[in-house]
């Protein structure tokens, strides 16, 4: 019973927008939504988390659904070095819990 | 630039052989997990600490796998006897307790078990 839901992968252009989606239809309440990105042989780093309002920072966007059932994790411009595998997750105070992260291929 | 370090990078034994992975949190964290990582079934939580004692370990073989944090600065996972199916990247994070923090991951111990 996976608590997220991604696509396996995607696809996009250098320098394009990329909004990379995340289903957590059973989320509850209190849980936050978290997104973690693992570039090639490191570790996991994060990204990004919100509860209820939209949030950016330097690295990018997320649109959290007024339902919070979804959310899409936005990169503004992509670049070779955002080539990873995307995680999200939906917590509480407890351990992350990977799923299979959508994988991002940046084409030049 | 504080980070979690894991010692060794990289790590080859025989079957059966005892292996040691270590991990340094960021100094005032009070949260450490360990996760595994292979192909086959992605990362998995094998353990987590906060304040030191142990929260959850579910997510480890009980007959052959320990973790422990003798202090605040030193987390250790510990394989004995290691198999062949061991063979994974090991990662170890630190946080602070709260469902809005982020966790810091470390560089991960690549294990070879042959």
């Known amino acids: 019973d996976a608590k997220t839901t991604q696509p396996n992968s995607m696809e996009s252009n250098e320098e394009e927008p990329v909004h990379l989606p995340c289903n957590h239809s059973?989320?509850?309440?209190?849980?936050?939504i978290h997104w973690y990105r693992q570039l090639p042989s490191q570790g996991p780093e994060y990204v990004i988390h919100?509860?209820?309002s939209n949030v950016n920072n330097r690295m990018a966007s997320l649109a959290i659904a007024e339902d919070r059932k979804s959310s899409t994790l936005i990169l503004h411009r992509a670049t070779l070095r955002d080539a990873a595998v995307y995680y999200c997750?939906?917590?509480?105070?407890?351990?992350?819990?990977f799923g299979k992260g959508t994988r991002l291929s940046v084409i030049a | 630039d504080a980070r979690v370090t894991q010692t060794p990078r990289h790590k080859v034994t025989e079957m059966g052989q005892e292996v040691t992975m270590r991990c340094q949190p960021i100094?005032?964290?009070?949260?450490v997990f360990w996760y595994r990582q292979t192909m086959m079934q992605g990362l998995e939580l094998l353990a987590y600490?906060?304040?030191?004692?142990?929260?959850?370990d579910s997510g480890m073989p009980k007959d052959r796998f320990s973790a422990e944090m003798p202090d605040a600065t030193l987390a250790t996972l510990k394989i004995q006897p290691s198999e062949p199916r061991d063979s994974a990247v090991y990662f170890c994070?630190?946080?602070?307790?709260?469902?809005?923090?982020?966790?810091?991951f470390g560089q991960g111990t690549r294990l070879t078990v042959v």
């Open positions: 994070a630190s946080g602070l307790q709260g469902a809005s923090t982020e966790a810091f």
């Open positions: 059973t989320i509850s309440g209190t849980d936050y």
């Open positions: 919100g509860l209820t």
């Open positions: 997750d939906r917590s509480g105070n407890t351990p992350l819990v």
């Open positions: 100094l005032g964290h009070n949260t």
């Open positions: 600490f906060r304040n030191r004692a142990p929260l959850d």
